[in-house]
């Protein structure tokens, strides 16, 4: 991939995101392991009034989904901001070094000091609070994709294991949650 490609695709990205009300506030470096990996993949800090999110920059020069495929990835902030950088760079070190990740997978995180929630996975979705032309720009034959990272309890991810993606996503919409609310709750995966 030239480097051509990879700035076009955040120069159309960047104004995208800017017609949802949303600006660049701030560019952060991801910890070593992704620095010594490639320094040239960072994050960037996108806020509005209500929210921030964290969108990779420089992940799209690494196949995803296909050669035809580059992927960034997206979570959003909430109060710990400490805990979802460090979900980012979990979930970047991961697709760079073990595998891709794809859309509906789950993966187990381990324990992050930052993590006062009791969250055991990320699932990586398509971010449905994004209008569709943000999520995906095709750029000379090439399909960029934005694949959110959102922390799930172990109860959550069981019933993706048992039920799949779809009834989860199915699930969580129907319920009084908002995508970024802490779902006290999980009673909802059973209604």
């Known amino acids: 991939m030239t480097t051509e490609l990879f700035d076009v695709h955040h120069q159309v990205l960047g104004p995208k995101l800017e017609q949802l009300d949303l600006s660049a506030a701030a560019s952060l470096s991801l910890d070593d392991r ?4 490639d320094p040239r993949i960072v994050a960037t800090r996108w806020v509005s009034r209500e929210r921030s999110f964290l969108i990779t920059k420089g ?3 690494y196949p995803g989904g296909g050669e035809r495929w580059r992927d960034e990835f997206v979570v959003e902030e909430t109060e710990d901001e400490g ?5 980012l760079v979990f979930s970047v070190y991961y697709h760079l070094t073990l595998r891709p990740l794809m859309p509906s997978d789950v993966i187990a995180i381990g324990e992050m000091k930052e993590n006062t929630l009791g969250y055991s996975h990320v699932f990586v979705s398509v971010p449905f609070f994004f209008p569709g032309h943000v999520n ?4 000379g034959g090439t399909r960029f994709s ?4 959102m922390p799930i309890y172990p109860l959550e991810a069981a019933f993706i294991d048992k039920y799949g993606s779809d009834k989860f996503e199915e699930r969580l919409k129907a319920s009084p949650y908002d995508y970024f609310d ?3 709750d999980l009673g909802y995966l059973d209604r």
Do not use: D, N, T
């Open 34 to 37: 992704i620095s010594k990996f």
């Open 59 to 61: 992940c799209v020069r």
């Open 136 to 139: 995906v720009i095709s750029i």
């Open 146 to 149: 934005l694949q959110w990272l």
């Open 182 to 184: 802490v779902r006290s």
């Open 83 to 87: 805990f979802y950088f460090r979900l």
